[in-house]
């Protein structure tokens, strides 16, 4: 599925079988993929089908990249078709165990929080919060959902700000704060018969959905093709006609960083790197009865990469590992003169 298709155009059964094959075709991506076939399972109101999916997943006897983002996923989801009990038994297992990755806590916490169950989730966001941004300079991306549901739930409980939430506001970057946004009485201007307050209600939907759209794009980057010394060795040493592409290894590092910047400074939201190597390489060009000599398949390949789910978004922040591998900050690496 394209990410500029319109949802309401989606046969989300369809989607999910196409993407159950595509599995069995790239079993190292299997676990991004069926995942991606459970929220399609999930849209299209076959909730059993998505939980079989999240125990296959589960039972594998490959190990999980993200484990307790299956199963954060699996409890939201059986929640919805009336297995609370299973679903509470697998939350409490999820913040017992304390995960690094700040997804699982934003799915469980929204899932306490759609049940109403809104102490729970205040004490979950609370939880996953403390855990991940404790001494921690710069909140990374993928954490802003923690603090910002972690308002919301605070917001609706009438609790007073506290330094977390001083944090959150600091970072929404909307027009409309997030006090606005997340004021529980907000409804009640719906039905209002005055049209100012109505379309004062319109812009802050218009700013809400604004965020939405942002989180729900980063997945799908523009993505741009990384090699390692050694990979891009391999390469050139066995298709010499692509070391036009690629001069030297120093060249091939500065120039990903330029094209990212260029097309930054274009406005190209959503940008990213994806690692490539030649096995992998080789068996795209295999599948597209193509040479891996021709360069025209670099793009493609890229391109097929980040569908998968490979693509790390560029630029990570500066105190994070840079992109290339040299184990140094992107500040003093690659982001040096950003």
Not at 82 to 104: K, L, N, Q, T, Y
Not at 111 to 117: K, M, P, R, T
Not at 180 to 201: T, Y
């Amino acid at each position: 599925m394209r990410p500029d298709t319109p949802a309401e155009n989606v046969d989300h059964t369809a989607e999910a079988a196409r993407l159950e094959r595509t599995a069995g075709l790239y079993p190292e991506d299997a676990e991004h993929l069926l995942l991606q076939a459970a929220a399609h399972l999930e849209l299209a109101g076959d909730r059993p089908g998505a939980t079989t999916l999240y125990d296959r997943l589960l039972a594998s006897d490959t190990p999980l990249e993200k484990p307790y983002l299956v199963r954060a996923l699996k409890a939201s989801n059986l929640w919805e078709y009336d297995h609370e009990a299973e679903a509470r038994a697998i939350i409490d297992g999820v913040r017992a165990a304390a995960p690094r990755d700040p997804a699982p806590w934003v799915i469980v916490a929204e899932a306490l929080e759609s049940h109403d169950e809104l102490e729970a989730a205040q004490d979950t966001f609370t939880q996953g919060t403390v855990l991940l941004l404790t001494d921690v300079p710069e909140p990374p991306y993928a954490t802003l959902p923690l603090l910002f549901g972690r308002h919301r739930v605070r917001r609706m409980l009438g609790a007073a700000h506290d330094e977390w939430d001083a944090l959150a506001d600091t970072l929404h970057s909307s027009a409309i704060s997030l006090d606005e946004l997340h004021d529980p009485k907000r409804i009640w201007s719906l039905g209002s018969d005055n049209p100012a307050e109505l379309q004062a209600e319109i812009s802050r939907l218009q700013a809400e959905l604004s965020t939405y759209r942002e989180a729900l794009s980063r997945p799908f980057p523009v993505a741009v093709l990384h090699w390692s010394a050694p990979e891009l060795a391999e390469l050139t040493a066995a298709y010499p006609d692509l070391t036009s592409e690629y001069p030297s290894h120093e060249e091939h590092l500065a120039t990903i960083e330029a094209s990212l910047r260029e097309l930054a400074m274009s406005g190209t939201p959503n940008l990213g790197i994806v690692t490539a190597t030649v096995p992998s390489y080789e068996a795209f060009a295999a599948s597209e009865a193509a040479s891996p000599s021709d360069a025209t398949l670099l793009p493609q390949y890229a391109t097929t990469l980040a569908a998968r789910g490979l693509a790390v978004a560029w630029p990570p922040q500066r105190t994070s590992e840079c992109w290339c591998g040299s184990g140094a900050a992107y500040g003093e690496c690659h982001g040096v003169t950003q």
